[in-house]
């Protein structure tokens, strides 16, 4: 009963402090407008470095796992990329991840966009948090320069299919499936049976084609010859200082310093604006997901994308 009363509670206090934040917004409007002929107006900021943050499992459309079903896969990350890109202040991005990775196609529409923002001269800087590993690691390499922590996770280059083969345990409770499909592989991966050759040479041939465009791309955004990343492209994970001398990264630091990182290749000057993708109400609302998903143990890992075939992401 504690515990459900302290939920309610931090539910209202949150609500309270957005819907403050919402009224003083509002009269600070209204009362620039009844005084803008006794003011003197504000100079609005000038040009600087965009935000954008990928967290968490990578795939076309998920949401944070929360009450507030806020969208924060390839679709959002591309959506906030264009708004960026539209914005004529914006002359630099950072692409702030921490992320194990994710499905193939969210990740390479990911990787796609950040290569049509390079050809138009926006420079990138992509900043890793803890991890930021095989599709983390696929789309920060589309950026001109990649700044990792000495303990961030990174690497994992690598293509992945699983599926457990529980063909025993169904045997010894008695338990049979009764399969109708339309074709003889229709039902590839069934954990009721046994791979055949078959098909594991066609899973093989999929795994084989998704790895050879994964090493193409990171040998593109990187602008290193494939024979240079192979060696290090066997799915094993690195951390930051490993990274750097198999020049995975470009440098060691924190987000701050990808910052001025960024600021310094768009020719900017140290003070120039940051700018976040997320509106105020959408921070807001993050912050009152954030809360009630630690007060809630049952919603761990809901934004996990359980039932993909194939992955860019370390193995759980």
């Known amino acids: 009963m504690d515990r459900n009363r302290r939920i309610i509670l931090t539910i209202l206090l949150l609500v309270l402090m957005a819907c403050i934040l919402v009224v003083i917004d509002i009269g600070l ?6 005084k803008k002929e006794m003011r ?28 507030m079903g806020l969208l924060s896969g390839a679709d959002a990350v591309v959506k906030k990329l264009s708004k960026l890109e ?25 990787f796609q966009k950040l290569m049509e923002l390079r050809k138009k001269n926006i420079v990138l800087v992509a900043s890793m948090g803890d991890v ?38 169904f045997e010894k409770l008695g338990i049979k499936m009764n399969v109708i499909k339309s074709g003889k592989y229709k039902d590839i991966l069934a954990s009721h049976r046994d791979m055949s050759d078959e098909e594991r040479d066609m899973l093989q041939e999929m795994i084989d084609s998704s790895y050879l465009q994964f090493l193409k ?9 494939i024979s240079d990343i192979r060696p290090y492209a066997d799915g094993r994970v690195v951390n930051g200082e490993s990274a750097l001398k198999y020049r995975l990264i470009d440098s060691i630091g924190t987000y701050e310093d990808a910052v001025l990182k960024a600021k310094t290749l768009a020719k900017l000057p140290e003070d120039a604006a940051v700018y976040e993708s997320d509106s105020p109400f959408e921070q807001i609302l993050r912050t009152i997901d954030k809360a009630l998903l630690n007060n809630n143990p ?9 039932y993909s075939l194939i992955e860019y992401s370390i193995e759980p």
Do not use: M, W
């Not at 991005?93 to 194990?100: A, F, K, W």
């Not at 299919?161 to 345990?169: D, V």
């Not at 049952?298 to 359980?306: A, F, I, R, V």
């Open 132 to 169: 930021a590993a095989s599709g983390g690691y696929y789309i920060a390499s589309a950026c001109n320069h990649i700044v990792a922590n000495h303990g961030t996770i990174t690497g994992s280059i690598g293509v992945i299919a699983a599926s457990p083969n529980i063909k025993g345990l």
């Open 217 to 225: 791309d990171v040998s593109l955004g990187r602008n290193i010859p």
């Open 298 to 306: 049952l919603s761990t890992g809901l934004n996990k994308n359980k």
């Open 86 to 110: 539209k914005n004529p202040k914006i002359k630099a991005i950072v692409l702030r991840i921490n992320s194990p990775g994710g499905t193939v196609g969210a990740v390479q529409e990911i």
């Open 29 to 34: 409007n209204i009362k620039s407008v009844e």
């Open 40 to 67: 003197l107006p504000i100079p609005e900021f000038g040009p600087g470095v965009g935000v954008v943050r990928v967290y968490g499992s990578i795939s076309i459309s998920d949401s944070t796992g929360g009450y």
